[in-house]
């Protein structure tokens, strides 16, 4: 396993995020709120179109981090928290960056806390996602 230095980030990513992924989303979790289903009701509750549920941004993944080199197996993720900034909508353009913010060793365990951020295309935070990643190093 290889982690690089702490504040080691990965290259930007853009997404467009399309109506028909937001759908699919949507429909797979079978959520009823109109304006994440139609550009209509998505205005008339503030939106500029129609809305990804908070929960899309799971599916807006970074770019690997450089060196940061995990096993494939063993790994757990330990906690996952958001802050969400401006909502995101179809036809926007999220660019997303993941950063390594912490790693701590407890005995074999080794704890790695990234840090996900996305920016719209306006410059503005859509959400930042904070993971912990723990692993155990394999016991030869």
């Not at 992924?21 to 509750?45: C, D, H, M, S, T």
């Not at 996952?80 to 353009?93: H, I, K, L, M």
Request: glycine share 8%.
């Amino acid at each position: 396993m290889n982690i690089p230095p702490v504040g080691t980030q990965s290259p930007p990513f853009s997404h467009a995020v399309e109506l028909g992924a937001i759908r699919r989303f949507v429909e797979a979790l079978g959520l009823k709120y109109q304006p994440y289903r139609n550009a209509e009701a998505a205005r008339a509750a503030g939106y500029r179109d129609v809305v990804a549920p908070p929960t899309f941004m799971i599916t807006l993944h970074g770019l690997p981090i450089p060196g940061l080199d995990l096993p494939e197996a063993g790994l757990i993720h330990g906690e996952q928290t958001f802050r969400y900034g401006e909502s995101v909508v179809a036809n926007d353009v999220i660019t997303v960056v993941s950063r390594l913010t912490e790693v701590k060793t407890r005995g074999p365990l080794t704890f790695l806390t990234l840090e996900t951020t996305g920016i719209n295309q306006d410059h503005v935070m859509a959400f930042v996602s904070i993971s912990t990643i723990i692993t155990r190093e394999s016991q030869s």
